[in-house]
């Protein structure tokens, strides 16, 4: 199999995440009722990014996906995704799906198609998991890099994903997906081009663990094999993974990088 974490028969889950224009979270989750209707599942999550995209929230759907896992699990993941675009109807023409197994995933953002499913809708996510959310179950642990341990005290964790795109949404979405696997609040905090990919950065958050033990649990989280040694870095430690081949398009690289908090500078806005 092409994912050793994935089980042959195991459902596949599919969260469709809308990103829509509304006031507050009861007019988010009323705009996609009729896609509910359309689809079935039930909302897991709503959520306020106007200060990303002013007026904004994002409304995630789960739901089973109807397929199963084979002995291709990234086979089967396209096909649950393409499956998922085709039931929106004839509008929809099928996109082009990017796949990381245990994950696939391909972003609509045709706003005037959209406006047919959920009104005010301006892009939507369709994510299918292997092995369910990651947000809904417990990883299975995956061998980490060695690293020596640092001092106790906490740490900031961050995310550099290289995306081989020319469209900054698409890779943003696949960044989030990914990062999406360690932490519930990861932010991107700039999109730079590096060549001729997109280098996706993202801020994943505090973490009360040292950066030996925030970078074995991201490692485990993000659950591929193939990552470089760990490297210091001054104060922080960075490992780093690189596609082989390099694909051309979806996510090329990544690198992790823990500092200590009191190492960690912060900027303020603006």
Known sequence: MDNPGAMVGEDLELLITVVVAANDERQARDACAGLLRRVGGQVVRA????????????????????????QNVAGALARAVRAFVRSLGDDFPLPR???EPPTAWTVLEDPHRLAGLVPGAERVLVEVWAGGDPHHREAPPEPAPPVAEAPAGGCRLLLRVDVATDREAGAAWQAQAVASRVARSGKITRVAPQGHLLSVHVDLGPSADSPAAALRDAVSALGRSGWAPVERVGESAVVRWSAAPVPNSGITAMELTATPASAFVWTVPG
């Open 47 to 70: 959520v306020d990014c106007s200060d990303e995209e002013p007026g904004c929230w994002s409304v995630t759907v789960r739901r089973r996906s109807g397929e199963r896992v084979g």
């Open 97 to 99: 799906v990017a796949c």
